[in-house]
């Protein structure tokens, strides 16, 4: 669970398809409301809004109501938690490849 104290981890929020393609659309707007985002999908409104949710709960989605209508908004910051982590990966493999490379150079000498 990341430091924020967020109900749900991030990576697990993230690691859903259709979550993933809710944070894209919502990514590309100021803010949807939700029929507007269950026309996006071939499942039910109840199943987007049950996504939404773990979202919610994440802190990757705020929403708010105007007048009878739910209007969904990215809130972007929880990803940091994921581009750091690939961040470190990343900088993990590259330093690995370096020496495996230097390995297999000596080899062939």
Do not use: C
């Amino acid at each position: 669970m990341s430091d924020n104290n967020n109900l749900r981890d991030v990576f697990d929020a993230i690691a859903d398809p259709t979550r993933r393609k809710l944070i894209r659309l919502l990514s590309e707007a100021d803010e949807l409301p939700l029929h507007q985002l269950t026309s996006q999908f071939s499942i039910g409104r109840t199943a987007i809004s049950k996504h939404l949710t773990i979202l919610k709960e994440a802190g990757l989605v705020v929403d708010r109501k105007v007048g009878r209508e739910t209007r969904f908004r990215l809130n972007a910051s929880p990803l940091k938690e994921i581009q750091d982590w690939v961040v470190f990966y990343s900088k993990f493999w590259r330093a690995n490849m370096f020496r495996l490379s230097q390995l297999l150079e000596e080899e062939e000498k």
